[in-house]
């Protein structure tokens, strides 16, 4: 995510808006209901509150206009730039202003009012663009399931570095939508490995964590791990009785020691015994009951005795044939409690790790409390 | 001799002024406009934007305004610029 330059942000709490005029696309009370939950998108993730009002000058006003309408910034007919905003301040700063020479719409006909209005709210608060194509922030326009439309991991991270998160008794309106992004049906993780009493789901630059035996989750930002640790990591493991956790990412990995970053890292992935064919790894597990770690590339797997720290002989051997019921590929995988938990896209198998079975399925997002 | 009767842009004109838009617009391309240095300059300036272009949005970073670098520049957007300017 980015912000303005000079970081503008409304130094209050209740921000008002008030719609100039009304376009003729939709009925008027759909246009209120549409601006109404692109607020509340962000009500619920911040402390803020949004009033509408009639009349007098709003901090965020909002308006339809065509071509040029009295800001350097003129539209250009349908298609092409649909909206725009400014960033918080006084004056012209806050307000939204929509190129009526769209056909707005309520659906996927043409540009969902709903949708922009998030955008273009997300600059009246702050928010610049954002590189993250899963973001609502990101500058191109593209449809999204509005039912179900969710913030993204990158959007809540940008607005609450700006206001902080909800006051505690807020009750968000969506309540799964204090994870948004982790509540998408569709949900798959990077790598997932416990760490101490934690179990951590990384996901693009963010990690949700959260204590085993609690549905709640929070989310924070790979980098306050540690600010060399990469996003985007593709496997992890812990070895609790040493404190140790290590991240994976393409041909090489990171240890960290009680949460720590060690020097000396990041060290070639090849240097544990992996063939030089091998590039990256999907996944990786430690089993504390026999002091191995398992590592997944493909449709294989690989064995590392973390005693004598070198790889098993006899090695790789396929997925499918020794965890019945699982892969022919996985994207995570962590072990808890006598069980190994396999991620495959949105699909999480629960492995009784001594009776070598898959003993239960689910979606991926349970485990987030969804 | 003979002389064309019509002027219009080629496509790879149209395509280089709307670039030269996109990029004003959202980039802070700004042409350089002294005659005797145009050319060079601004080809360079333009193609350092364009990469800046691709850069954000996670394209190929060439410098060129190839296919998809055209096709992100059509798609309905957002009016505020992408970079501080």
Request: proline fraction near 7%; charged fraction near 20%; charge should be positive.
């Amino acid at each position: 995510y980015q912000l303005f330059p000079g970081r503008p942000v409304w130094k209050k709490r209740l921000i008002t808006y008030r719609i100039n005029n009304y376009t003729p696309d939709l009925k008027p009370e759909d246009v209120d209901d549409a601006f109404q939950k692109a607020f509340q998108v962000w009500s619920d993730v911040t402390p803020l509150k949004f009033r509408q009002i009639h009349e007098n000058e709003a901090d965020i006003m909002i308006q339809f206009a065509l071509r040029e309408h009295r800001d350097a910034y003129p539209f250009d007919g349908p298609w092409g730039i649909l909206a725009h905003a400014f960033a918080p301040g006084a004056g012209l700063g806050g307000d939204a202003h929509f190129d009526e020479a769209e056909t707005w719409t309520k659906g996927r006909k043409g540009p969902n009012l709903f949708l922009v209005a998030v955008h273009e709210i997300g600059h009246s608060l702050g928010l610049g663009h954002s590189s993250d194509t899963s973001a609502i922030m990101f500058p191109s326009y593209r449809h999204i399931d509005y039912k179900i439309f969710r913030l993204s991991a990158d959007d809540i991270h940008g607005i609450q570095s700006l206001y902080g998160r909800p006051e505690k008794h807020q009750v968000p309106s969506n309540p799964s939508n204090t994870n948004p992004a982790a509540c998408d049906p569709n949900m798959s993780f990077d790598a997932v490995t416990t760490v101490g009493d934690k179990i951590f789901f990384f996901k693009d630059r963010f990690f949700w964590w959260k204590l085993a035996e609690s549905p709640k989750s929070s989310i924070s930002s790979i980098s306050s791990l540690g600010p060399n640790l990469p996003s985007h990591i593709q496997a992890a493991y812990e070895i609790a009785d040493r404190s140790h956790v290590f991240l994976f990412k393409d041909d090489k990995y990171w240890l960290m020691n009680n949460l720590k970053p060690q020097l000396n890292y990041p060290k070639s992935i090849h240097s544990l015994g992996f063939p030089s064919s091998v590039k990256k790894i999907d996944a990786a597990v430690f089993n504390p009951l026999f002091y191995k770690t398992y590592f997944f590339v493909g449709n294989k797997f690989w064995r590392y005795d973390e005693r004598r720290q070198f790889m098993d002989p006899g090695y790789p051997k396929l997925i499918t044939t020794y965890f019945p019921g699982i892969g022919p590929k996985i994207d995570a995988v962590f072990y808890y409690n006598r069980h190994y938990y396999f991620f495959q896209g949105s699909k999480l198998r629960k492995y009784h790790v001594l009776a070598q079975r898959v003993i239960e399925s689910l979606k991926s997002s349970t485990v987030l409390g969804c | 001799g003979t002389a064309s009767l019509t002027n219009y842009p080629s496509p790879e004109e149209n395509d280089v002024a709307f670039a030269q838009r996109y990029l004003a617009n959202f980039y802070g391309l700004e042409m350089e406009t002294t005659p005797m240095t145009k050319m060079k300059v601004n080809r360079n300036i333009m193609e350092n934007k364009i990469q800046e272009m691709q850069k954000f949005f996670g394209l190929k970073v060439t410098g060129q305004l190839d296919t998809s670098t055209l096709d992100m520049m059509h798609r309905p957007r957002c009016g505020v610029p992408d970079v501080e300017n």
